[in-house]
C-alpha cells in the first residue's frame, strides 16, 4: 500500500480544486451559451439515464463513481473520464479501478476496455 504524504495530499488537493474551478466555468458556459444544455448534479443521474454527450457536458459536475454505477456508458467514456483522475470530484473517485468498471457496467468487456485504452492513449501519438 502506497503511504500518504504531505506532498500526495498537497497534490490531490491541487486537483480537487481545479476540478471545482472547471465545474464553475462549465456552469456560467451552459447558462450562456447553449439554451438546450441540462446542468446534471448526482442526484438526477440516480432517477434517469442520460444520453453519452450530455454526460460528457457535466463532466465536472458529477462524480464519477455516481456516474459509473448508474449510466450505461462506453468503454472509451470509461477510460477518458471515469479511469481519468484529472476528471476526479473527490477522492472516492481516484481509487476506481477496471474492475469497478467490468462489475458495474456488464455489457463491458476485458478486451473492450483494453482496445479503449490504446484508442484513446495511443492514438494521442
Do not use: W
Amino acid at each position: 500500500m502506497e503511504k500518504i504524504t504531505k506532498k500526495t495530499v498537497e497534490k490531490m488537493n491541487q486537483q480537487l480544486l481545479e476540478v471545482h474551478e472547471k465545474r464553475m466555468k462549465n456552469k456560467l458556459n451552459a447558462e450562456r451559451n447553449d439554451p438546450e444544455f441540462i446542468l446534471l448534479n448526482d442526484s438526477m443521474l440516480r432517477k434517469k439515464k442520460y444520453h453519452i454527450q450530455l454526460l460528457e457536458k457535466n463532466i465536472y459536475n458529477l462524480s464519477m463513481k455516481t456516474l459509473l454505477y448508474t449510466q450505461d456508458l462506453t468503454a472509451d467514456f470509461c477510460i477518458k473520464y471515469i479511469l481519468n483522475e484529472k476528471y476526479a470530484s473527490c477522492v472516492e473517485d481516484t481509487f476506481l479501478s477496471m474492475g469497478d468498471v467490468l462489475y458495474a457496467q456488464k455489457h463491458i468487456t476485458r478486451p473492450a476496455i483494453y482496445q479503449a485504452y490504446n484508442k484513446v492513449y495511443h492514438e494521442k501519438r
